[in-house]
């Protein structure tokens, strides 16, 4: 994630959180106060060796990342259209109960990555 110009993950004495990469925004987990909800990254980053990229997703919680995983079923039609092969980034919300993942959607708007060369 520290190709990512836009969103990092982060960590202090509360735990792990999402944060914009000017701090302006967090995204701590409300499942860590007995809510029903996590956030979770989902991003297009490039590979550590410059061959291509690939994609990455992690929620703060498990239910995060099943909610970024669902949140990229639903959306690789529209993700594809709008930036094909190009890097991006996003932070998910994803609503859960005890049957699985209910709903996702986007925390943030997505961010398109400029490729510095």
Do not use: C
């Not at 520290?2 to 944060?19: N, Q, T």
């Not at 919680?61 to 529209?78: C, D, F, K, R």
């Not at 049957?99 to 961010?111: D, E, H, L």
């Amino acid at each position: 994630m520290e190709a990512d110009p836009h969103l990092r993950f982060k960590v202090d004495d509360s735990g792990w959180f999402l944060s914009t990469a000017d701090g302006s925004q967090e995204f701590r987990s409300p499942r860590d106060n007995g809510e029903n909800f996590d956030y979770a990254y989902l991003g297009r980053l490039p590979r550590p060796d410059g061959k291509g990229t690939f994609l990455y997703m992690a929620g703060i919680h498990a239910q995060g990342t099943l909610g970024a995983a669902q949140y990229l079923a639903e959306s690789l039609p529209m993700l594809y259209k709008d930036f094909k092969t190009h890097r991006f980034s996003v932070v998910i919300k994803a609503e859960f109960n005890r049957q699985g993942v209910q709903s996702v959607g986007q925390a943030t708007p997505i961010y398109r990555h400029e490729v510095v060369k």
